[in-house]
Every structure is written in structure tokens, then in C-alpha cells.
């Protein structure tokens, strides 16, 4: 797969309100997962083309924390350069390449940072690339239908719920 949508570029940042509508704010902003696993009935299956919702494993910390991290999507995405069942019921899938697969399989071919490179901005991931790739167009069909705003979540702050696990009021440390 490739994944995009964070503008930071680091594979940290998240979309804020204002990218959603005009009169939005800097908040950050998460959206409901939309697969079998989070109680929705999501029939588009991950094959090559395919389209879906990057988010966070929270339960790596602990198993708790499912429902956290099936609703922390926002900007980031990822297009499935082959099948991959594995996903199927555990994350969303929203769209497909219907044109272009071309352009996909040639993004999966350019040039990456090993993760040594890539201390600058603290992403660890071998895939970076050495020239960022972006999208300069693109076009999405709906098929005349209005899907209207995503309703958003308050996202899942999990230094907050760390220290809680500690009995640590995170308002009371020092940021010095």
C-alpha cells in the first residue's frame, strides 16, 4: 500500500475543523471507523485500488483501548497497491481507483529514506521518500450523491489517558 493525507508530511499530523469547512477551528479531529469490527456493516473488500482510513493501534499499549483506536481516523489514507484481506472488518474502506492505477504502482516504486535518514522529523518509517510525492489533482465520483460532512469525534488523547493509568494529573506537570 501507499499512504498520504498528512500536510505535516511526517506521518504524525491530523486534519483540522478548518480543513473540513471555512468558519472551522485549529482542533483536531477524529471520524468513526466504519467497518464490521466498529459495528458497521462496510461491504467494500481491500484489493488492489481500493481506498481507506489510516488510523492508530492504541491496543498495542493496552487491549482496552479498541474503541479508541477504531475512531481515530482523520486525514491520513491509504490505497491498496495489491489485495489484502487482512484488513477487511478492521478498517475503513470509502472508494477505488477506477483510473490511474499506473500512477499508484509508480508511487510504490520511488526512491525512500532509510530510517536513519530520518531523524529530522522524528518518523521512524523506512518508507519515507526522499521526494515527497503529492497529489496535484484529482477527481472523486459520487455517482450524484451528497455525502455532506463527516461527523466528528473529540480525538483520543493518549498521554492524557497514560497518565491517568498512573493517577498523574497531566495539567499539574511542568513543561519546563
Same mark, same amino acid.
Given at each position: 500500500? %501507499? *499512504? $498520504?493525507?498528512?500536510? *505535516? $508530511?511526517? $506521518?504524525?499530523?491530523? @486534519? ?20 464490521? @469490527? ?20 492504541? &491496543?498495542?499499549?493496552?487491549?482496552? =483501548? @479498541? ?11 491509504? %490505497? ?6 487482512? =484488513? /477487511? $472488518? ?6 477505488? !481507483? %477506477?483510473?490511474?492505477?499506473?500512477? %499508484?504502482?509508480?508511487?510504490? /516504486? !520511488?526512491?525512500?529514506? @532509510? ?5 529530522? &522529523? ?13 497529489? &496535484?489533482?484529482?477527481? !472523486? ?9 463527516? &461527523? ?20 499539574? =506537570?511542568?513543561?519546563?
Amino acid at each position: 500500500m %501507499i *499512504q $498520504g493525507g498528512d500536510k *505535516q $508530511g511526517t $506521518g504524525q499530523g491530523s @486534519a483540522t475543523l478548518k480543513d473540513l469547512k471555512d468558519d472551522g477551528s485549529d482542533e483536531t479531529y477524529s471520524i468513526k471507523g466504519e467497518f464490521i @469490527a466498529n459495528g458497521v456493516d462496510n461491504k467494500l473488500k481491500f484489493e488492489e485500488g481500493v481506498i481507506g482510513m489510516a488510523r492508530n493501534d492504541y &491496543t498495542s499499549y493496552s487491549s482496552s =483501548l @479498541a474503541e479508541e483506536s477504531y475512531n481515530s481516523g482523520s486525514s491520513q489514507f491509504f %490505497i491498496m497497491t495489491k489485495d489484502n484481506a487482512s =484488513l /477487511n $472488518g478492521y478498517y475503513t474502506s470509502f472508494g477505488k !481507483v %477506477i483510473e490511474g492505477m499506473d500512477v %499508484i504502482h509508480n508511487i510504490e /516504486n !520511488v526512491e525512500v529514506k @532509510a530510517a536513519d535518514d530520518s531523524e529530522e &522529523t522524528g518518523n521512524t518509517e523506512v518508507s519515507t521518500p526522499v521526494n515527497p510525492v503529492k497529489i &496535484t489533482s484529482i477527481r !472523486v465520483e459520487t455517482n450524484g450523491t451528497d455525502y455532506g460532512l463527516p &461527523t466528528t469525534l473529540e480525538p483520543f488523547d493518549y498521554m492524557t489517558w497514560l497518565y491517568s493509568q498512573y493517577g498523574i494529573d497531566p495539567n499539574s =506537570l511542568s513543561t519546563n
